[in-house]
């Protein structure tokens, strides 16, 4: 039977250049979708799945995102004092019950795999999750949940979310090559392919579920450029001895990592909470 996953890790250290000007003072998982950061999606997301500890690796600059979950008594007693309960409902909702935040740093900027290899710390010797709040995710259900779903089925395992995407996009992504006769069981990783030497036109997305022994390949991966660590070639070193299976998840997905992308969930989920998005409301 597998260990149950409690703890999650959330890489936050990243630059957010691709935002600028509006990262300059507030960190990128800050920036509403709507009416709230993508960092709080997340981890309500990581709390629907029953997971307890979440892990943020950040960087100098994003104390926002630990201001946010904090608890800030001043604001609730003005909202009680001049009664606005649904307001102060929704503040004190910001941090979901009975979870544990838990912040540690990235010193310098080695890629997502150091950023992983940043919280071996504190998760030690448990199986752990990962999300990438850059890929919002509205499920009927939970993203991460599904993956640990996967993982038990499986009985352990490493486990990764996955979707088809054109092929003239794999070069943005970590492709994976699956078994024929077995489409759940991953075979093989490629970070970024050129259309042309793709293997498949399986994405992987920022969602996974990790035996603690991934933190090994992280230790040992040779840097690539930049001299960054690679997430993608840990897991591909981690096939020779830890079974990894593709989890096609129910709902849909959101590149919040692009302009595009992040205009096009806003949009989505304001229409979902019943704002006029026809461009004529007053």
Known sequence: MAS???????PVAGLGTRFLPATRAVPKEMIPVVDKPLIQYAVEEAAKAGITDMVFVT?????????HFDYS????????SKGKKELLDVVRSI?????????????????????????????GDSPFAVILPDDLVDSPSSCIGELITKREEKGGGNVVAVQNVPREKTNLYGIASVKADAP????????KPKP???????????????????????????????????LTDAM??????????ACRFSGR???CGSKQGFITATVHYAKKAGFDTSGDAE
Request: net charge negative.
């Open 4 to 10: 149950p996953i409690r703890k999650v890790v959330f």
């Open 59 to 67: 960087a100098a600059g994003k104390e926002a995102i630990m201001n």
């Open 73 to 80: 008594y001043e604001l609730w007693n003005e909202l009680q």
């Open 95 to 123: 941090c979901p019950p009975g979870v544990h935040l838990i912040f540690t740093r990235q010193y310098s900027p080695k890629g997502l795999g150091d950023a992983v290899l940043c919280a071996k710390p504190v998760i």
């Open 184 to 191: 759940e069981s991953v075979t093989g990783l490629v970070e």
């Open 196 to 230: 042309e030497e793709a293997p498949s036109t399986l994405a992987v997305i920022g969602r996974y579920v990790f035996e603690p022994s991934i933190f090994d390949y992280l230790e040992n991966v040779t840097p690539g450029a930049g001299g960054e660590i690679q």
């Open 236 to 245: 591909e070193a981690s096939l020779e001895s830890v079974p990894m299976t």
């Open 253 to 255: 997905r959101f590149d």
